[in-house]
Structures are given as C-alpha cells and as structure tokens.
C-alpha cells in the first residue's frame, strides 16, 4: 500500500534540527513518505528514508524573508503532498495560502515568538514591543485556519487553545536511545561543567563564563557563538583558560560530552520567553546521568527540585552559579543521586517515546 506523503517546511533550521528532522521526521517516516524543503545550502539528500531538498542558504535575514519563503513555497506546490507541517513564524502566509488550496496545514510552534522577541538584540529596542505585538497578532488571526496547532510546551499550548482548539502539546523531551551509550562509571567522568546550544547573552553566556573566576572546574561548551564578541569571550578572556570549545557539533559528540562530564547547566536569563520553556538541553542533562544547574524559574524549579536532580539559582549572578558547580563536585555521592535521580524521571515520563505517539496520532487522523 502506498504511504501517504507529508511535508515539512522550515526556512530558519538546518537539516539535522533535532526537533523538526530526527524527533519528527524520523519518527513519522515509519508510517508516511516524508520529505523535507528547508534552506541551509547543502543540496538535496536522503537521509533515514527523509527526502530532503534544499532551496539554498538565504543572504541575510531580509534575504530569507523576501526571497526564500518563496523558493520554499513553490517547492512545496512542486511536491504536492497531502499534509503540509511548517516550522517558522514567517512561513505563516505559505501556510495561509496552501490552506485556500484545500490542503491539510499543521503549525509547529517552538516558542513563545512574540516574548522571544522582546530579548532579541539585533532588533532596536524602541521597535521590540511594536514587533512582538504585530507578530501576535498575525500568529492570532491565522492560525485559527489551520488543521492542527503543535506545540512545545503547555504554556504555548494553552495560550493557541483559546484560538484553535486542534492545538496540542508534543514536548521536546529527549530521544531515549541516544543516550544509551553512556554507560561510563561516574567515577570516571571528569570534574568539569558543560553547556549544550546557542551560546548568546540572553542565555546567560555572560554570567556563565563570569562564574568561572570563583571556581576551578572547567566548562566544556558546544554550540554556536552569536556573535564575535562572545567567540572572544570564551576563546580569548582572563577565564578562558578555563574552558573548552567544540564549535557546533553534532549528535554523536554531544552525547560523547555529555558522558564525560559531572555537571550540565542551563542558567537563561530572566526573560518573557525564558521562564516558561522546556529547552531540551535540561532534558538531556538529566537523561545523560548529570545534576543540572538552572535558573530559578518557578517551572523549572519544580522539575529540578521536584525530582531532586540539581540546584537552582539566579542566573544574574555568577557567584551563585560558581557556589552550586563547587557543592555539586565537592560533594560527590549527593551529585551522583542527583544525576540519578534525574535520569530516572526522564526514563519515566520526560521522554520523546511518549510524545511521538501524539504526533502520529494526530497525523493518522488527518491522512
């Protein structure tokens, strides 16, 4: 019997996006045919059973919003797949106008994009209240149109509810079986720290790296730097001695750091979007056997204290940071039961295996 073909849209992520390619991509190819148009330059593939072609890597932001939602769209009607599942705030109009052509659209919203707006940088402050308001207005008034609203965590969910009642929650939880490699002894570890993803100021880069003047432990970091003052912050500083960077890596090395350390961090800082997120990389701190060192957040308070798996603190200031690394080493045998404490709630219930199951269900009920 021949699969039904699906779609998935993204103009801002790359190929390997572990959301997008190997949570729901992958996890769908078992049922759908599943193709993939995204925009990262490294031409077309096939990768796991998923189709993937590429429109090309955009110039710039204006670039990408003026010409590749185009290129992506045309590639879109070129396929002409019977569900449609798109990524991006800005794909909202290919959305809108594949839905007066009677097709099925799925929305995959992965943030809270009109507070993430409110800590971007490269966008005048005077003019970030006036976008973050503009934006949730279009988000309000289209996505009342389409077949299914997917969402990342409850927070997003429960404010697209009150819009489109075919909104749902799939959390980011992490994929079991990447992580059952780590087998290492916890003794044989080594006493370092380590922090997985974009490395910008609102994510705390800052005061991370601040920390380590009040701690002697070193900071293993991976992922991608936003801009040159922050690569010469962690490469060329008075701590820099002090810490080890990969670059961006891929999901083998990432598992490969994740065992080799004691500790994983997660100190965001305090902003709109920040304080009711599920990033991913807390998710599989815990799963890797590690206590986690997060902001303070209320929500993330009640996973991290909740299952007594780590400490929280104010992410503003470093010592505190610094004073949670230095207990956590210090006292080993309460950070090993952390750590697996930690791993045994996410083999419970923070785990892809059970969120995968609603995404297939809503796809089977549309196809």
Known sequence: ?????ICHLTSVHTRTDIRIFHKECVSLSDYFEVYLI???GKGDEKISNINIIDVGKPKGRIGRFLFTTKKIYKQAIKINPEIYHFHDPELIYIGTKLRKKNKTVFYDIHEDVPRQILAKSYILGPIRKIVSMYIEKVENKYCREFNGLICATPHINKRFLKINLKSININNYPILKEFNSIDKNWNQRDNSICYIGALSADRGIFELIESLRYSNYQLCLAGECESREIYDLITNSENSQKVKYYGTVNRKKIVEILSSSKIGIVTLRYTPNHFESLPI????????????IASDFPLWKSIIEGNNCGICV?????????????????????????GENGRRAVMDKYNWETEKEKLITIYKSCS
């Open 314 to 338: 104010d992410p503003m200031k470093p010592e505190k940071i610094a004073e949670a690394v230095n207990y956590l080493i210090e006292n080993d045998e309460i950070a090993k039961k952390m």
């Open 1 to 5: 019997m021949k699969k039904v073909r």
């Open 38 to 40: 995204l925009a990262d």
């Open 281 to 292: 990389k807390m998710f599989e701190y815990m799963c890797a056997g590690m206590p986690v």
